[in-house]
């Protein structure tokens, strides 16, 4: 797979022909859209997990040192907690060139506070792409997002504001709240 996702993104034509449709987001979207929207709640989608195994080359890092941000790898039965958007396919182009390193777009099903549910849209990098970083022990991960900067900030800000926003959702996630514990360890050990 190309390292750039935007042509393959573009050439799907996924949902394109939908005058609106909703977005779920799971990672920075979750606290920060940086695009319009029609509207925004808090939604699920079950079958996934959050996990910081994509790398960052182009955000949070660079391509000499990746940070570590998040995508989502399949899990039956468990429910991962998010933000969905409702949105315009104009916002495609946006969100294609944004997350162009390695995300491609996937529909879902998506289950809203008041127990409905509607079809939607996810950005996931799949382990088959070239900034896949995968599995690590929580120390090595928090350890790398400590140590990252890029264009978009800190790599440390990025976790920190996503357990921040997880908790404003009363979402569980152990493993996002386990890296964001050994993260300020590491940090209160520097002296940070
Ligand atoms: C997010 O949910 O924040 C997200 C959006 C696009 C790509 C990856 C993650």
Known sequence: MSFDTTAANRN???FADRDELWLF????????AGFDYIERKPATITGWQRRFWQGSHDHRGTPAAPGRVATL??????VCAGMAYRITPA??????HREKNGYL????AMTFADGSHDEGLVYIATADNEAWLGDAPIDAIARQISASHGPSG???????????ALRALD???????????????IEAEHGG
């Open 12 to 14: 799907a034509g996924r």
């Open 105 to 108: 777009r996937f529909s879902t």
């Open 73 to 78: 790898v399949e899990a039956p039965g468990a």
């Open 25 to 32: 987001g799971y990672g920075s979207l979750i606290y920060k």
């Open 154 to 164: 800190p790599n440390r800000d990025y976790l920190l504001n996503l357990a921040e």
């Open 171 to 185: 979402a569980d996630d152990a493993h996002v709240f386990a890296i964001e514990a050994r993260l300020r360890e």
């Open 91 to 96: 916002v495609f182009g946006h969100l294609d």
